[in-house]
């Protein structure tokens, strides 16, 4: 007789489940899988951006923007934050140059003979409301009146001088601008002292002579000019320049920058390489504007000159001269003619800044 064993079971395989479960299981992970990564593509970069925001806004201690950020930077790369870009700069209108708002005076030499004397003179100058003050260091004489360093001013130097480094500290420290004032090519002492710099005679009869140009007879008071295309006479003027701002003093007015009032046909410039006078001036004004500094140096000349078309001592008209910063000396006493002047001298100059000088002082010209 057999023994009963029973109901026969049936186990799954040896590693639990069917070849069919897995397939199933597998294929559901696969789906989740990729739900799960097609989620993450699509919120992934929102949620980081945010997180990042709220951690640099919690570590600078601001508060995070609500504003979206960009999920990317170059097309093409998911995920980078794009840079925050800077407002653009507002251009800012050109600059006018503060001397041209500002009050002006021209300290006479004698109020400035002492470092006490300089330091009174600048605060009373200071509480007049004064912003810019000219100290004459040279002259239409030709003379120096400070001891300059140049071996070409020691003819020059007056004989009453004053301390123009302690001129310079009494005025900045009053808050006020020093300037030097500054004679050009009218200098009949540096004329004398080295022929080199000076107009010659030109003598029809005897080309070789060496006799020096007067501006009128000798017996009449007659004296010499520098000569604007002698190399010698214009390293002379930019050595003083340049020895001003040495000095201290932040701007320029320099006057005499011309022909002779009076030049003839007899006056004899040298070897001019055929420039012209105009050109010529043109060319001396930019090397001492270079010596003085961009902003720095202002070209003075009488209103009448300035008015006229093309006066002859400038060689031209004065907007020839592309001067920057103008000082327009004007006449002691106003005519009918002095506004048609003014008129017709701030229409050729354009955009350039004026001040207009009256005696001693000097005021920023109306717009």
């Known amino acids: 007789m057999k023994k009963s064993y029973g109901k026969v079971h049936r186990y799954r395989t040896a590693f639990g489940h069917t070849a069919g479960f897995w397939v199933r299981r597998v294929g559901l992970l696969a789906a ?201 006479a214009v390293d002379y003027i930019s050595g003083l320049i340049e020895e001003a701002r040495r000095l201290g003093f932040e701007q320029v007015v320099l006057s005499g920058l011309q022909l002779p009032t009076y030049a003839t046909s007899y006056c004899d410039y040298g070897n001019t390489n055929g420039v012209s006078a105009g050109d010529q001036l043109k060319n001396d004004l930019a090397a001492f504007t270079e010596k003085a500094g961009e902003g720095r140096l202002w070209l003075s000349v009488a209103l009448d000159t300035a008015a006229q078309e093309s006066p002859a001592m400038l060689g031209g008209p004065l907007s020839a001269l592309a001067p920057a910063q103008v000082m327009l000396e004007m006449p002691a006493e106003t005519t009918e003619d002095t506004q048609a002047q003014l008129d017709a001298a701030r229409g050729a100059l354009g955009s350039a800044a004026v001040v207009l000088r009256t005696g001693d002082t000097a005021q920023p010209a109306e717009q």
Request: contains cysteine; charged residues 10%; aromatic residues 8%.
């Open 32 to 232: 989740a899988g990729l739900l799960l990564f097609l989620l993450g593509w699509v919120i992934g970069p929102a949620v980081i951006n945010a997180g990042t925001s709220a951690w640099y806004g919690v570590k600078n201690g601001t508060a995070s923007s609500s504003e979206p950020v960009s999920s990317s930077g170059e097309e093409g790369q998911p995920g980078v934050a794009a840079p925050t870009e800077e407002p653009a700069a507002t251009p800012e209108p050109a600059a006018v140059p503060a001397a041209a708002s500002g009050k002006w005076a021209f300290a006479s030499l004698s109020s400035l003979t002492s470092a006490e004397q300089a330091a009174a003179t600048a605060q009373s100058l200071a509480a007049q409301g004064v912003q810019y003050v000219a100290v004459t260091l040279k002259d239409s004489q030709g003379y120096v009146y400070y001891n300059s360093a140049l071996p070409a001013a020691a003819q020059s130097l007056a004989a009453n001088t004053v301390d123009a480094s302690a001129v310079v500290s009494a005025l900045k420290d009053a808050g006020l601008t020093p300037v030097a004032a500054i004679c050009a090519f009218q200098d009949p002492i540096a004329a004398r002292a080295d022929r080199t710099m000076a107009i010659h005679y030109r003598d029809a009869e005897n080309p070789q002579s060496d006799y020096l140009w007067l501006d009128a007879a000798a017996n009449a008071g007659g004296k010499p000019w520098l000569n604007p295309y002698a190399a010698s």
